[in-house]
């Protein structure tokens, strides 16, 4: 179910090295990342494209999880690179990544981002709405640069995993609106601002996608407005993004399609469209945040507590939850774990995995079947590398975890644990 393996003492290993071992060293809870994953992740987008001839940007939304290391390996990967804030930006340029492949999203960029965006000469600005595009004016006005942009529209396909709501009019706080004319409204305002070059459209339809009928939809409506921007502006696209969302395998329910699958589906369809539209054909660009990091990590917990209800509930508490992993919390998100000190144990029961966040909604995983656990096992829970680090908070000023990338057979630190003194390094007495 999840590529990570047994040893001979029966203990859970990551790119070959024992879990347990990790959590003595690292302490908990531990994000663990097999660096090898990422990278193959990263190349069955990459290859699929060069395999086919077409040529292609595959930007690693860094939202999913940005660390310096993690850019790095995007880097090293020749991916490009989606920001959403200055401190994505931040990290991408304490990273090293070439600017010239960071593309900048967000539906209310300020006048700073926009401005560090320019200084910093990214390689392209996903412009989502008006005032933006007032801003940016004004800001490569100010620093006398160009930028490349593409827009952001949004195509009035909704995805929910595995149904997609049509919707005329998408009520939706990114982008603009392809059916009200909005679109083509800031197409005319962009193509009359000089130092800005319109390389074409993008949209994003949404996350953990398992089916690839969403992403044709979105390419066919994508072309219907390219086609009457062709017509009545002489306007090609260079470029069509089609956003990130390929889905992945969090349980065993989950039945996601092979990354290449995606990507030739996209090619299948724009290659359709191109030709029944007699136009040329575009760079395609995707953003894949989760399917790049999401299957690659996992996160270690030591347990703690055990509150048994007799006949209703075993409650099994581990040192982290809602604060490293808000997923289930707020989406009723489900996780599959394994006691990482006795993979295969016989002896199973059935188990709550509960945070330690007082919050009776700090739940890791209801009702799993686990071997029996005892306090001071270790539990991995699996699937935590996308949207686990990067959404973890404060609350209860619980610490940030410890994150280490294995490769090669060795283990390194890439984000320490946070200290309690890093904690209250911004609180100001008042006495
Ligand atoms: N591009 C755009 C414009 C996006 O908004 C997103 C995700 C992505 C790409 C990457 O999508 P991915 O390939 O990772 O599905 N926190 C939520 C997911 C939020 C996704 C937001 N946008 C979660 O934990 O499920």
Request: aromatic share 10%; with cysteine.
């Amino acid at each position: 179910l999840h590529p990570f393996a047994v040893n001979e003492d029966g203990h859970l290993t990551i790119g070959g090295l024992d879990a347990v071992n990790l959590t003595k060293k690292y302490g908990t809870p531990l994000f663990v990342y097999d660096v090898k994953k990422i990278r193959e992740n990263a190349r069955a987008f990459v290859d699929t494209f060069r395999e086919k001839g077409v040529q292609a940007q595959v930007a690693y939304a860094s939202k999913a999880f940005s660390s310096v290391a993690m850019i790095q390996v995007a880097k090293q990967e020749n991916l490009s690179l989606d920001v959403v804030s200055q401190g994505e930006l931040y990290t991408a340029l304490e990273a090293d990544f070439p600017v010239e492949k960071i593309h900048m999203h967000g539906n209310n960029k300020n006048i700073d981002e926009i401005s560090m965006a320019v200084e910093y000469n990214i390689g392209c600005i996903v412009v989502d709405n008006f005032y933006e595009i007032e801003l940016l004016e004004h800001v490569l006005k100010e620093q006398n640069k160009e930028m490349d942009v593409l827009i952001r529209v949004t195509p009035g396909i909704e995805a929910h995993t595995h149904d997609y709501i049509l919707t005329g009019n998408e009520d939706s706080k990114f982008g603009f609106d392809l059916t009200n004319g909005q679109a083509e409204d800031a197409l005319q305002k962009l193509m009359k601002i000089d130092g800005i070059h319109v390389k074409g459209l993008h949209c994003h339809i949404g996350s953990q996608i398992f089916e690839t009928d969403g992403f044709t939809m979105a390419i066919e409506r994508l072309f219907q407005t390219l086609k009457g921007w062709k017509d009545r502006y002489d306007f090609e696209s260079e470029v069509l993004n089609v956003g990130g969302g390929f889905g992945i395998r969090y349980t065993a329910e989950d039945d996601p399609l092979p990354l290449s699958t995606y990507v030739k589906s996209l090619i299948d369809k724009i290659s359709e469209q191109v030709n029944e539209n007699e136009m040329a054909f575009p760079e395609i660009w995707i953003e894949p945040g989760r399917s790049i990091v999401g299957d690659a990590g996992l996160t270690l917990y030591s347990i703690g507590s055990v509150k048994e209800i007799p006949n209703v509930r075993k409650y099994v508490s581990v040192d982290g939850g809602m604060t490293d992993n808000l997923r289930p919390a707020l989406y009723n998100a489900k996780y599959d774990a394994v006691i990482a000190n006795n993979v295969n144990g016989t002896n199973k029961e059935e188990i709550s995995l509960a945070g330690k966040c007082c919050e009776s909604g700090d739940m890791l995983i209801w009702d799993i079947e686990l071997p029996k656990v005892t306090q001071d096992d270790i539990i991995a829970v699996f699937s935590t590398g996308a949207y686990g680090y990067s959404m973890s908070n404060h609350y209860n000023r619980f610490p940030k975890p410890a994150v280490v990338f294995i490769e090669d057979g060795q283990d390194k630190l890439v984000i320490k644990r946070e200290s309690f003194k890093d904690m209250v390094q911004n609180d100001l007495s008042y006495e």
